[in-house]
């Protein structure tokens, strides 16, 4: 008589990334299962070296094999409280399963970890929300649209008004130049500082960016936009399964006369397109916000993101929410500080706002 089979039951554990065998079996889950960038442990990994946030995730697994996995990062803040961050200054993360069961699993898994580490909360941004978490998906859109097959294509692509500014730049005295070397990280760095500060947002510590670009160094760029003054706007993207994501861009307050940000953009989508990508994501914004309109006055189309929060009983969530009446007295605040002050304390406060 044959033994009853018993079935096999799933396995969750905290992977070791400072194991590289680990991290290899876990990247190439990611690429099998045609995860995002931010699910990637090299993204967790940059993170971590960039701004001291602990690179760490949930493993599924059944007869050894990975069937699961949810990126992890450990923020620690004074400012911000501790929380688990799925991902880490990413737009995206979230579960990575075949299964809707494995990926409830996986986020059940973090709250349990959570719990044991005496961390708050627990935030995933994308893919299966647990019952009992909150969630919402009216906060913010991302931004998405395949490439026109050639330059004129993509200019005629661009709705009309959009269109007339694109022409304008292209007829102005500007200069694009594109790399990963010291003088292109510097001058981005400059730019976006200067630009997230006209916001009243601390701007990230270049340490950051540097990791970023190191740890990508194949699927990495800067953009720059020159004018005969010097450098006016740049953006760091990033180029995931022919996809490009500008992702950390801005200009000065010279830019906006010069139209210097739609001669980035363009630039940088023919510049996609020469580089094999066939789809432009350019990237999430607050639903309503200036950036939501100014994407969508592009000729792309909001898409809502799904985000989910567990918090512990009797303790509140921490909220990094800008719009949020609390933070409009500090905004206003940060954006009267001296330039070289704010970008001296700023990259301090904003590790906590992974």
Not at 94 to 117: F, H, I, K
Request: charge should be neutral; charged fraction near 20%; proline fraction near 6%.
């Amino acid at each position: 008589m044959n033994a009853p089979l018993h079935p096999v039951s799933t396995q969750f554990t905290t992977a070791d990334l400072a194991d590289p065998g680990e991290r290899t079996r876990i990247e190439g889950f990611v690429r099998e299962l045609g995860g995002s960038l931010f699910q990637r442990p090299a993204w967790l990994a940059a993170v971590e070296a960039g701004t001291g946030q602990r690179a760490s995730g949930i493993v599924a697994e059944k007869l050894g094999a990975v069937i699961g996995w949810l990126p992890l990062s450990v923020v620690h803040s004074p400012l911000f409280g501790r929380a688990l961050i799925s991902s880490g200054f990413g737009v995206g993360g979230g579960a990575l399963a075949e299964e809707s069961s494995v990926a409830e699993g996986l986020c059940q898994s973090a709250q349990e970890l959570a719990q044991r580490s005496s961390i708050s909360t627990v935030e995933v941004r994308g893919g299966v929300i647990p019952s009992g978490w909150r969630s919402w998906s009216d906060r913010h859109a991302n931004f998405a649209a395949d490439l026109a097959q050639d330059d004129e294509a993509q200019l005629a692509w661009i709705p009309r008004k959009q269109r007339a500014e694109v022409r304008k730049s292209l007829q102005g005295n500007l200069t694009v130049t594109t790399g990963r070397d010291e003088a292109e990280r510097a001058a981005h760095y400059a730019i976006y500082a200067e630009s997230v500060h006209n916001l009243g947002t601390p701007v990230f510590p270049r340490a950051l960016f540097d990791a970023m670009l190191d740890a990508f160094p194949d699927s990495s760029d800067i953009l720059t936009v020159h004018s005969p003054q010097g450098p006016v706007a740049s953006v760091l993207s990033f180029y995931h399964r022919e996809t490009i994501m500008p992702y950390w861009g801005g200009g000065t307050f010279a830019a906006r006369a010069l139209r210097a940000n739609e001669r980035m953009y363009y630039e940088l989508m023919l510049h996609a397109r020469r580089r094999g990508m066939t789809r432009f994501d350019f990237g999430r914004s607050k639903t309503g916000s200036g950036p939501y309109n100014y994407k969508k006055n592009w000729g792309f189309e909001p898409e809502p993101l799904t985000y989910g929060l567990w918090s512990a009983p009797g303790m509140e969530a921490r909220d990094l929410d800008p719009t949020d009446a609390s933070y409009s007295a500090k905004i206003a605040l940060w954006k009267k500080l001296p330039l070289p002050l704010a970008n001296a304390i700023g990259p301090f406060i904003s590790r906590g706002l992974a």
